[in-house]
């Protein structure tokens, strides 16, 4: 028989136990920073030098940081389950821990991109400075979506999260659109897990929505061993 298919939708909350601070639980600052003048194409406009180093310092401290226990019950989730994960995080700790199936809806902290070709994409975990140019000579800029920008790996989204037999979402205020909008893709059968410490979400809303006030250290594992058991 095929294994079902659990898709996993996670935000900053699934990594704040790794060190990485969320975005919202700081009166809207992010490391100090507003939002908008750190994450948008104005922002960037404005003041690239300091939206890099903004940048490089999230890259540095994604260098000293670790997967934490919820990462790692979601790899264990795929001996049982065909799991597919779509993560608004821009760090890489769902493929540190070994998930094999992960979409990054916001981009990734380890990548850059020619500021004039979008599809001109490049690995890169050092820091990244004005002057830093494409092959054609074009400045480079973090591989992110920023607020305001497409979110090219939306459709891909939508249609993992239609096939869904089973939902998570983990640590996420569902304050950003389009990303929060996926929950309303899966089926109208799909259980629904929502795994959050401060959960900003009316499950009476939803027909199947069990919430689950938990950190994700603690409220992964916890669901990962239920869903297993329930194979048995
Ligand atoms: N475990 C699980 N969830 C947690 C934990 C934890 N240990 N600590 C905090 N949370 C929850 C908070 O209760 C909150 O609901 O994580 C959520 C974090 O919300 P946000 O900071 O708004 O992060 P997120 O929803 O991922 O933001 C979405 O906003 O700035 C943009 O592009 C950025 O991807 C980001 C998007």
Do not use: C
């Not at 404005?46 to 260098?63: A, G, I, M, T």
């Not at 790996?153 to 993992?160: C, N, P, Q, S, V």
Request: zero cysteines; a negative charge; glycine letters at 6%.
């Amino acid at each position: 028989m095929s294994k079902q298919k659990v898709v996993v939708l996670t935000g900053a909350g699934m990594s704040a136990e790794s060190g990485l601070k969320t975005f919202r639980d700081a009166n809207g600052l992010w490391e100090g920073h507003d939002v908008m003048e750190v994450a948008s194409p104005q922002g960037f406009a404005r003041n690239p030098e300091l939206v890099l180093e903004f940048y490089n310092q999230r890259r540095r401290q994604l260098l000293e940081v670790s997967p934490n226990a919820g990462h790692s019950a979601l790899v264990e989730l795929e001996s049982h389950f065909d799991v597919s994960i779509i993560t608004q995080n821009v760090d890489n700790l769902h493929e540190q821990a070994g998930s094999s199936h992960v979409v990054h809806l916001h981009g990734e902290l380890f990548k850059v991109r020619s500021t004039v070709n979008e599809n001109h994409v490049l690995d890169w975990k050092k820091d990244l400075v004005l002057g830093d140019l494409d092959d054609n000579g074009h400045q480079l800029r973090p591989h992110i979506v920023w607020f305001g920008e497409m979110v090219p790996m939306l459709e891909t989204a939508a249609y993992i999260t239609q096939q869904a037999d089973v939902l998570i979402i983990i640590g996420t205020s569902m304050q950003v659109y389009p990303a929060a909008s996926l929950i309303n893709y899966s089926p109208q059968e799909t259980p629904i897990y929502f795994v959050d410490p401060r959960p900003n979400i009316n499950a009476s809303d939803y027909r199947n929505l069990e919430v689950i006030a938990k950190t994700a250290t603690e409220g992964v594992p916890n669901l990962v061993a239920q869903l297993t058991d329930s194979l048995i």
